[in-house]
């Protein structure tokens, strides 16, 4: 019983309780080191007729705490204080009760035991109030904050009373926390359940949908601008939920603030967010709600990097026909000096192309290297076949690569330009090719060499597809590799 708090608590807990009355996601950070509460065989020893009478009948039959109650009623004897090894006891017994919801077990450690600090925490830096609030009983957590527990406590991971509330989605425990107690709902809070992100309980409540606790989080003093790599707005626009974007405005959220990053851009506003989506319907809202489409951002996926960008240059599907109705320019220029058109090439959206070449995009203008969309048609297709992982994704973004040629082609690339690409072709298929003079190949228009190169990557793979051996395509050249992948996506349909 010498033992110091971390190991006098982790014999005194019992696992099976604690894993019945945590969820899974708190169960991981919190572990198992405060997992028994079988009492020390040498107290049974202790135990006396007196003193098993002054046991309640209540206390001895209520499970799952009925052994842990006994022994501590036991074991104090009815004293009012304790000190030493025996305030450790009583402390791990609070703590349990709170992980079980035990109001009565709890109001007697409290009120006739006497710990002697509420606010103390646990080798895991929990306090009482913690375990309550993750519990989830609302009459516990009255109790422990009338007798002296803080709201404004942390806990092991750094996540605040106030956010833990959210994270169980316990409106009754939020709303008395924020309307009777004032508990703060400022602090950003480090979650190792979510891979050590910071957040803080509104930003929390967006990203998990939950409407209710937003408004009330704002209501209280709850800042809208969000402290994460996404803005609160974003954050909504990028889960597609209308409901939070259309409340989030309404509490003033900056629709036009450039505070955002993900995987494929930075310094983004949420009508980028959305465009690049293909979210009709939120680029409508965000439109609505004043979204300046003249609002720029930077693009740092591999293949599109660049400063300056718009929302047409992310525009999938329908969102571009949207934005050019609202007044965006089919001429805006990015870093690279490329049009919103090259942007659909990138992004292998053949209905953002048509839309953009219905509005004017000028099919034939060059960016800074000198290429134009036709140009990164037939790069893309190259970078495509070097990356493919499977026969179906492969045709499916080569089918996209063909149409969108030949989309192009009908819209005047002109002869330059058509004799450019399939220079490109030519030089990156010779191996491909080798059996074609030059004098056949100088007759074949683009389409038509890029079906050749095609043909012959999918016998490839259909004949890797049937148990053939793959060293065909792996023993050539990158360079014929790539050439094979933009035919595959131009040839295919």
């Not at 509460?37 to 007729?49: C, E, I, K, M, Q």
């Not at 690279?336 to 192309?353: I, T």
Request: with cysteine.
């Amino acid at each position: 019983m010498g033992k110091g708090r971390a190991s006098f608590i982790t014999n005194d807990l019992s696992p099976a309780t604690t894993k019945s009355s945590l969820d899974s996601s708190l169960l991981s950070p919190l572990g198992d080191s405060h997992s028994s509460r079988n009492a020390p065989d040498s107290a049974v020893s202790t135990w006396s007729a007196s003193s098993h009478a002054s046991v309640p009948e209540t206390t001895a039959a209520k499970s799952p705490s009925s052994l842990s109650r006994l022994f501590g009623a036991l074991k104090v004897g009815g004293a009012s204080t304790i000190a030493g090894k025996d305030q450790k006891l009583a402390f791990s017994h609070l703590c349990q009760a709170c992980r079980d919801g035990d109001l009565e077990w709890a109001r007697h450690q409290i009120t006739q035991v006497g710990v002697a600090d509420i606010n103390a925490t646990d080798s895991r830096c929990l306090s009482p109030l913690h375990y309550a609030v993750m519990q989830g009983n609302l009459e516990v957590v009255k109790l422990l904050v009338k007798s002296g527990a803080r709201v404004g406590g942390r806990d092991g991971q750094s996540s605040a009373i106030v956010y833990l509330a959210v994270r169980k989605n316990n409106m009754p425990v939020l709303r008395y926390l924020l309307e009777e107690e004032s508990a703060p709902v400022f602090s950003a809070c480090c979650d190792s359940i979510d891979r050590g992100t910071f957040r803080t309980p509104l930003s929390l409540a967006v990203q998990s949908g939950q409407l209710e606790a937003v408004e009330l989080l704002v209501k209280h003093g709850a800042e809208v601008q969000g402290t994460d790599d996404l803005t609160l707005l974003c954050a909504a626009v990028d889960r597609g939920d209308v409901a939070m974007v259309k409340l989030l405005l309404q509490c003033d959220a900056p629709i036009n603030e450039t505070k955002s990053t993900t995987e494929w851009g930075s310094q983004l506003a949420a009508l980028h967010v959305a465009a690049y989506k293909g979210d009709g319907e939120m680029v409508e809202i965000l439109l609505g709600s004043g979204a300046d489409i003249s609002v720029t951002c930077k693009r740092i996926d591999v293949a599109a990097a660049a400063t300056g960008v718009t929302a047409p240059h992310l525009a999938r599907g329908r969102c571009a026909g949207i934005l050019l109705r609202h007044g965006a320019k089919v001429f805006a220029r990015d870093s690279n000096g490329q049009f919103p058109l090259s942007g659909a090439v990138y992004m292998r959206d053949v209905e953002s192309v048509r839309t953009l070449l219905q509005h004017g995009a000028p099919v034939n203008a060059q960016d800074r290297k000198g290429d134009t969309a036709l140009h990164i048609v037939c790069r893309m297709f190259a970078r495509d076949v070097v990356a493919r992982t499977s026969t179906s994704s492969t045709c499916e973004n080569l089918t996209c690569h063909v149409t969108t040629a030949e989309e192009l082609v009908d819209r005047g690339a002109n002869i330059g330009s058509r004799a450019a690409a399939r220079r490109i072709i030519r030089t990156e298929c010779d191996k491909v090719l080798r059996k074609k003079t030059a004098e056949d190949l100088g007759r074949l228009q683009l389409i038509e060499l890029m079906k050749m190169v095609v043909d012959i990557v999918k016998a490839e793979n259909d004949a890797t597809d049937s148990g053939g051996k793959k060293a065909g395509i792996a023993s050539m050249s990158v360079q014929d590799l790539l050439a094979q992948t933009t035919l595959a996506h131009l040839v295919t349909r």
